[in-house]
């Protein structure tokens, strides 16, 4: 058994009262005289303690005093408030103490959300999709419906310094490709408008999820929330590039983040699963 500050603070309590062990208080002793914080805040507790005790023994009296028919039933009522006062008191020098021994808070998830751009870590650079030479198309990129423009999703940015992919999971986590090294990955755009394509992601993470080998993510809006009857991780573009796909589209990634196939989620969907059987 270890006895440090936390553990005096959490026994404290029992080192009061009696309840601990002899070799626990010989250890907290021992403890405490060799630590001036927890020195400090035992004698805070020892100040208080004759206090506590003069006001019940106070109270005690003046319930004595009490006439015969009335004594008991007072007696009763201001026990109860001196216990009340007690119990307060201990509760609020138990928040005082925690208050001291508090570590440094850890940042919320939530922060990840202001990651900016800069903020990648320059070893897992993004996938380059220039190399249009090894990247295999299930469709001509000009061949995006006139109609795609007016749908809601996930949108990329326009920002040509803006990297590929960087997206936010629901705990407040930045994801980069490089948190998918190893794995095929398949990035799906949601489109709000487009059920087939959510549908279509849905039925592909049910057959394939399971695959060790495989990832799917889903990337929505800002303020697109996650469709009803579907079970595949759900993440939120940072105003990443997201390999300029359209809502509704997919892309496939290869273990080294190179895009392997991409295409529509609904035209080219059969393409998409028999690429992933071949995995």
């Given at each position: 058994?270890t ?8 026994n ?6 009696g ?5 626990e208080?010989?250890?907290a ?8 914080s ?6 805070a ?15 005690l009296n ?7 028919t009335?004594?008991?039933?007072l007696?009763r009522?201001?026990?109860?408030l001196?216990?009340?006062?007690v ?9 005082v103490?925690r208050t001291?021994?508090?570590?440094p ?15 990648v ?12 030479a ?23 940015t ?18 980069t ?6 794995h ?11 059920p ?7 039925r592909?993470?049910?057959?394939f999820?399971s695959?060790p080998?495989l990832?799917?993510?889903a990337v ?14 759900i ?25 392997r196939?991409r ?15 071949g995995?």
């Amino acid at each position: 058994m270890t006895v440090d500050c936390q553990w005096i603070l959490k026994n404290l309590e029992a080192l009061f009262c009696g309840t601990s062990s002899p070799e626990e208080n010989r250890m907290a002793q021992a403890h405490i005289e060799s630590c001036g914080s927890c020195d400090k805040e035992v004698a805070a507790l020892n100040a208080i303690d004759p206090l506590v005790k003069g006001y019940f023994q106070n109270e005690l009296n003046r319930a004595r005093r009490v006439s015969a028919t009335r004594s008991l039933t007072l007696w009763r009522r201001r026990l109860a408030l001196t216990s009340a006062a007690v119990l307060a008191a201990s509760l609020l020098l138990a928040v005082v103490l925690r208050t001291s021994h508090q570590t440094p808070v850890i940042p919320s998830p939530s922060v990840a959300q202001e990651v900016t751009p800069s903020a990648v870590p320059e070893s897992a650079p993004p996938a380059k999709t220039d190399d249009t030479a090894n990247i295999e198309r299930a469709k001509p990129v000009e061949s995006v419906p006139a109609d795609r423009a007016q749908t809601a999703g996930a949108r990329p940015t326009t920002d040509n310094n803006a990297p590929e992919f960087l997206v936010t999971d629901p705990a407040g986590y930045s994801r980069t490709l490089s948190d998918y090294r190893g794995h095929i990955l398949v990035v799906g755009l949601l489109n709000s408008v487009q059920p087939d394509s959510t549908s279509n992601l849905e039925r592909l993470y049910e057959a394939f999820g399971s695959n060790p080998r495989l990832r799917f993510v889903a990337v929505a809006g800002d303020h697109q929330g996650r469709p009803a009857d579907t079970t595949f991780p759900i993440a939120y573009n940072q105003g990443s590039k997201l390999f300029e796909a359209n809502p509704g589209d997919f892309v496939l990634l290869d273990e080294a983040g190179k895009i392997r196939l991409r295409g529509s989620l609904v035209k080219d969907f059969a393409s998409l699963r028999k690429t992933l059987q071949g995995n």
